[in-house]
């Protein structure tokens, strides 16, 4: 009798464990892959081999794309490329003959596999970054109406790429891949959510969208990283030195180190008081963008 009360009682947690991770599993997709939802969660097994079709779907990369990304997407290509196709497992932005084109508006974390995992298989890739040297902050209502609109303080600078690049600096020095980065002007359009962004007093970011491009610059090699630094910047420096010839935070400085020296440009080569002293060879920074 209390074997089969106990063989009663599991099968019964256990199809209410299934039942939470069908539960789980549905909200996830709702929020994730809205398209694919019912073939996931509903058809059960049926679910991945649409999910696997999807795959397969050229449209499948624009499903949440946003307006500065799709943006940058046709401005880069040329006549006779492709979009969002497959390529060994993940769908490409643009594929340029032999070049994969992947636009990339913020988070690099998120595409350091996809970009391992190709750079490993033999292919040119090309990471294309917007930084927004001037950006419009614009206001809307629940009815998207603008209300109101003012012109950001903040510039950015190709230093800005450095945020994004401490999520792989060892992978700059691959000869496969390189970085364009797009000096652009931007529209930020925000909405009020009381429930978010406290810091900005519950105005959130909706989207961004491109209004021109000034500039352009490519980095294809580590030297290209070290034609940022300030040309003033001694050959043995620290991050506080680095953030003053830049006017930039200290921030910035120390994550362009961290890039730099994971790359092997930049050398620590002791310690002044608390602060890491950091040798670059001189060589290296003979070509010398503005910042």
Same mark, same amino acid.
């Given at each position: 009798?209390?074997?089969?009360?106990?063989?009663?009682?599991?099968?019964? *947690?256990?199809?209410?464990?299934?039942?939470?991770?069908?539960?789980?599993?549905?909200?996830?997709?709702?929020?994730?892959?809205?398209?694919?939802?019912?073939?996931?969660?509903?058809?059960?097994?049926?679910?991945?081999?649409?999910?696997?079709?999807?795959?397969?779907?050229?449209?499948?990369?624009? *499903?949440?794309?946003?307006?500065?990304?799709?943006? *940058?997407?046709?401005?880069?290509?040329?006549?006779?490329?492709?979009?969002?196709?497959?390529?060994?497992?993940?769908?490409? /932005?643009?594929?340029?003959?032999?070049?994969?084109?992947?636009?990339?508006?913020?988070?690099?974390?998120?595409?350091?596999?996809?970009?391992?995992?190709?750079? /490993?298989?033999?292919?040119?890739? %090309?990471?294309?970054?917007?930084?927004?040297? $001037?950006?419009?902050?614009?206001?809307?209502?629940?009815?998207?109406?603008?209300?109101?609109? @003012?012109?950001?303080?903040?510039?950015?600078?190709?230093?800005?790429?450095?945020?994004?690049?401490?999520?792989?600096?060892?992978?700059?020095?691959?000869?496969?891949?390189?970085? *364009?980065?797009?000096?652009?002007?931007?529209?930020?359009?925000?909405?009020?959510?009381?429930?978010?962004?406290?810091? @900005?007093?519950?105005?959130?970011?909706?989207? @961004?969208?491109?209004?021109?491009?000034?500039?352009?610059?490519?980095?294809? $090699?580590?030297? $290209?990283?070290?034609?940022?630094?300030?040309?003033?910047?001694?050959?043995?420096?620290?991050?506080? /030195?680095?953030?003053?010839?830049?006017?930039?935070?200290?921030?910035?400085?120390?994550?362009?180190?961290?890039?730099? %020296?994971?790359?092997?440009?930049?050398?620590?080569?002791?310690?002044?008081?608390?602060?890491?002293?950091?040798?670059?060879?001189?060589?290296?920074?003979?070509?010398?963008?503005?910042?």
């Amino acid at each position: 009798m209390m074997m089969s009360v106990a063989v009663v009682f599991a099968i019964w *947690l256990a199809s209410m464990h299934e039942f939470v991770h069908t539960v789980k599993v549905r909200r996830i997709c709702r929020r994730l892959l809205p398209r694919l939802c019912d073939s996931i969660a509903v058809r059960g097994s049926g679910g991945a081999t649409a999910y696997a079709r999807g795959m397969s779907d050229p449209h499948i990369g624009t *499903l949440r794309e946003k307006p500065l990304h799709a943006s *940058l997407k046709e401005w880069c290509a040329q006549p006779g490329d492709s979009f969002e196709q497959p390529v060994d497992g993940f769908v490409i /932005d643009v594929v340029s003959g032999d070049m994969l084109i992947e636009v990339q508006t913020r988070s690099f974390s998120s595409m350091k596999r996809k970009l391992v995992t190709l750079l /490993d298989l033999g292919h040119r890739i %090309r990471v294309v970054h917007p930084i927004a040297i $001037d950006k419009w902050i614009v206001k809307i209502d629940d009815d998207g109406t603008e209300s109101g609109r @003012r012109r950001s303080p903040r510039h950015g600078a190709p230093t800005d790429l450095f945020s994004e690049l401490v999520s792989f600096p060892d992978l700059v020095s691959h000869p496969y891949l390189d970085f *364009l980065l797009v000096m652009t002007i931007e529209e930020e359009l925000r909405r009020h959510d009381p429930s978010k962004a406290w810091r @900005r007093k519950g105005w959130v970011v909706q989207e @961004r969208r491109l209004l021109d491009i000034r500039d352009t610059l490519i980095l294809s $090699d580590p030297s $290209d990283l070290a034609g940022l630094l300030p040309a003033e910047l001694p050959q043995e420096w620290t991050t506080a /030195d680095l953030a003053s010839a830049l006017g930039r935070p200290r921030r910035i400085a120390q994550q362009m180190a961290y890039c730099l %020296r994971g790359c092997d440009v930049a050398v620590p080569i002791g310690k002044q008081g608390n602060a890491v002293v950091y040798r670059t060879d001189g060589s290296a920074r003979e070509r010398t963008v503005p910042t």
